[in-house]
């Protein structure tokens, strides 16, 4: 069984940046590929951000490119997600996930593996 916690999130202003953080624990020569999403207060969950098991491809929303930086850490066992000059749309509750696959995918279907969420709002 493998357990995603992400961490990070908070209370931010417009134009801050904050770096969350999403650590594997139990069966992690399971994890490959992880990925991030984020579900805004009544809509839908979403991909943001995607990276491979070695970190070497990474993909983004077109919504978030240029903004948002996935990296990750094996030695770890932590993904991170950077997020810089935060906007009020950004405001969401912010999910890892995991499969086994090395390529992630910007499907959420493809997913079994997810961690609880950390909310992060951003004021003006």
């Known amino acids: 069984q493998v357990t995603l916690v992400e961490s990070g999130g908070g209370l931010v202003q417009a134009g801050e940046s904050l770096r969350l953080s999403c650590t594997v624990s139990?069966?992690?020569?399971?994890?490959?590929?992880m990925a991030w999403f984020r579900q805004a207060p009544g809509k839908g969950r979403e991909f943001v951000s995607g990276?491979?098991?070695?970190?070497?491809?990474?993909d983004y929303a077109d919504s978030v490119r240029g903004r948002f930086f996935v990296s990750r850490d094996n030695a770890k066992y932590t993904a991170y997600l950077q997020i810089v000059s935060l906007k009020l749309e950004d405001t969401a509750v912010y999910y890892c996930?995991?499969?086994?696959?090395?390529?992630?995918?910007?499907?959420?279907?493809?997913?079994?593996?997810w961690g609880q969420g950390t909310q992060v709002t951003v004021s003006s």
């Open positions: 139990g069966y992690t020569d399971s994890v490959a590929a």
């Open positions: 990276i491979s098991g070695r970190g070497r491809y990474t």
């Open positions: 996930a995991s499969h086994a696959r090395d390529y992630p995918s910007r499907s959420k279907q493809d997913y079994k593996t």
